[in-house]
């Protein structure tokens, strides 16, 4: 089978690995791809909402399954593109249709969606500029501290925690009548703020049946004890060790099976990842937000841990046969631990030379933001590699993922030593 993976990141990288080791992988394509990608695939200079440069591809190499990784061309309705056109409807297509993936789309959507099945979350009111006024009320009739979210997507960065009032409705002025957040924040959000721990539980489903994949937890903070600015993700843990049989049991009950039933209920066709963040309040858990493909970098932790041929499961999700695989988890633990550009997540340079990679090609060092150039791989983004390890426990597993990283280098290399430190 020839499969294309969508996207250039750190999830594409850990996909194409993974794809790569199926008996079934004939020829192997990302787009765009990064050094990482061109390991073990093909790259193609395509981006990733250039739908007809990626029919083009499709149908110049014979493509047979498309796996899409980011959010942006689901919810562009990508799937929906190859459904409608008879050239492209035979393919397999691994993500929601456009309908589904506004569970990542709109906040809003994903709250009313989350109201309408009983699941468990904050509560919340929804705001435009129309009735900003009625909005400033409800942050004057709210408890501190205050979560003002952009309802579209905002590459990460829609979601303000505020302590103050007066800087909240400050906030809340700018996103709705200055567009802080540009389209994306024409409507907001405002939560009730939910003090507990966060992880992150990923569910594969053919639109009938499911999957639960391993559960992460990851690290979103710059700084080490998680201080200072989000970013894409500073590092992952899996499995989580504070979730028990019985937490999980409760995960399983109140949110995976209302939300596969919620989808039917709602016709919502989908075939693909959900990613469901979690937090645990006590020892209950409640959703923060839904994402329609896997996380980053948690893709790093827990790809690595399906024994299972993972074509061949992409495969049974495609011909609605889910119901008949049987997952095998490895039992070790997975860390990850991200290597980013200095700056980040402010400003950062790109183009610095990456060393140190010879060294570990049997390592599961996963490419994020490089370029292929010359016979040199450079920094290209903010977030840069992912380095993965096994180990008997989480403390075994990062100190085995600091051992590589320590004799990986480029100019302004920055990571955080503590992750797993919370555990």
């Not at 297509?93 to 989350?114: D, N, R, W």
């Not at 066709?269 to 493909?293: A, H, M």
Request: charged content about 25%.
């Amino acid at each position: 089978m020839n499969v294309l993976v969508i996207g250039g990141g750190g999830r594409e990288h850990t996909l194409c690995w993974k794809i790569k080791q199926s008996k079934d992988c004939n020829q192997l394509f990302a787009a765009p791809g990064n050094a990482g990608t061109a390991l073990c695939a093909t790259n193609l200079p395509i981006e990733v909402n250039d739908f007809e440069g990626i029919k083009n591809a499709v149908l110049t190499n014979s493509i047979q399954m498309v796996v899409v990784g980011p959010e942006d061309p689901l919810v562009n309705g990508i799937h929906d593109f190859f459904l409608n056109d008879p050239q492209l409807s035979s393919v397999g297509v691994i993500g929601p249709q456009k309908e589904a993936a506004t569970l990542e789309g709109s906040k809003a959507y994903a709250k009313e969606f989350m109201m309408r099945h009983n699941i468990p979350t904050a509560a919340y009111a929804e705001f435009t500029s129309e009735t900003i006024t009625e909005g400033e009320v409800f942050l004057e009739q709210s408890n501190s501290p205050y979560v003002l979210k952009a309802d579209g997507l905002a590459a990460g960065k829609g979601v303000l925690i505020i302590e103050d009032l007066a800087t909240a409705k400050k906030e809340l002025r700018e996103m709705l009548l200055e567009s802080k957040f540009g389209a994306a924040s024409s409507k907001v959000v405002i939560e009730e703020f939910l003090a507990g721990i966060e992880l992150s539980c990923f569910v594969l489903t053919d639109g009938t049946s499911y999957l639960t994949l391993p559960m992460a937890k990851d690290y979103k903070r710059i700084g080490e004890g998680d201080t200072g600015l989000n970013t894409g993700g500073m590092g992952a843990i899996s499995p989580v060790p504070f979730v028990t049989k019985e937490f999980k049991d409760k995960i399983e009950t109140q949110i995976i099976k209302p939300t596969i039933e919620g989808l039917k209920k709602d016709r919502l066709p989908y075939k693909g990842f959900v990613f469901i963040g979690l937090i645990k309040v006590g020892n209950e858990p409640k959703v923060i937000e839904y994402n329609v493909r896997l996380g980053d970098p948690e893709t790093e932790v827990v790809i690595p841990r399906i024994k299972n041929d993972f074509l061949a499961v992409l495969q049974a999700i495609n011909d609605e046969r889910l119901n008949e695989v049987e997952l095998e988890i490895d039992s070790a633990v997975a860390a990850t631990v991200v290597a980013v550009s200095g700056g980040y997540p402010e400003g950062y340079e790109k183009g610095k030379i990456i060393t140190g990679l010879e060294l570990h090609k049997e390592k599961m060092v996963f490419h994020a933001g490089t370029k292929q150039k010359g016979t040199s791989i450079e920094t290209s983004g903010g977030r840069v590699l992912a380095v993965t390890s096994f180990g008997k426990d989480h403390r075994h597993a990062v100190k085995e993922s600091y051992e590589t990283l320590s004799k990986i280098d480029f100019q302004g290399i920055n990571y955080r030593k503590d992750i797993g430190f919370d555990l």
